[in-house]
């Protein structure tokens, strides 16, 4: 990837990488405000450079996916068999290892601390094990009982982040916000996907979606289209989001 432009002596993209840099730089850099960032996922210390990085960048942050019942469970909230990295470590960059439910309480006290908003679920759509079902239990609160696992978001949690979303100029998303590869866990990432293509359209919002699962997911409901940009960047997205240069970047040159 970097060889090629050092013995050539230049460095250039072609219009796809072009068009990825151009419009990351648009929310690393100076990005229209309010700006959210909607990070799903399963793992917490899978996406912890990516929230210690934006949380210096957005307004509003809003947490989804199976990560979500971690913070959730770093508040105290009863989750259940829902998964979480509780008895899990991160080394950090100083080579010490961190509990990961003690990461999560972290990073919420870095985000109030410097006045970003965070979103967490309300309510989750539930079932007693990982398996399509006709009759999904539906919560009245973010606690969950002890023998059901979250696969979902629920019904309130989908009304209070399309407010939150809709309520923004700048929206960048990586991660979904439930099991969407099963019906019917597909309802919140669908609706995530359905408001940020609405705002995309309606009221001009810059809309990126940062590759991997939530470009399958925003392909599978049919707004991927609408957005500003979808990335097919994958893992280097996220290594972008996360404040890393990369390699085939950094050998590129304005000649």
Known sequence: MTCLARVMGHGAAGYLMAREITYFAKVLGEPVRPMVAIVGGAKVSDKILLLENMLQRIDKLV??????????????????????????????????????????????????????????????????????????LVTEDANVPSEYMALDIGPKTVKMYEDAVSACKTCIWNGPMGVFEIPPYHTGTFAIARCMATQTKNAGMLSIIGGGDSASAAEKSGHDVSMSHVSTGGGASLELLEGKELPGIGVLDDK
């Open 63 to 136: 947490i989804g996916g199976a990560m979500a019942y971690t913070f959730l469970k770093a508040q105290g909230k009863d989750i259940g068999k829902s998964y979480c990295e509780s008895g899990q470590s991160f080394t950090d960059k100083y080579g010490e290892k961190v509990d990961i439910v003690s990461l999560a309480a972290n990073l919420l006290t870095k985000a109030k601390q410097r006045g970003v908003e965070v979103f967490l679920p309300v309510d989750h759509v539930c079932h007693t094990e990982c398996k399509a079902t006709e009759k999904p």
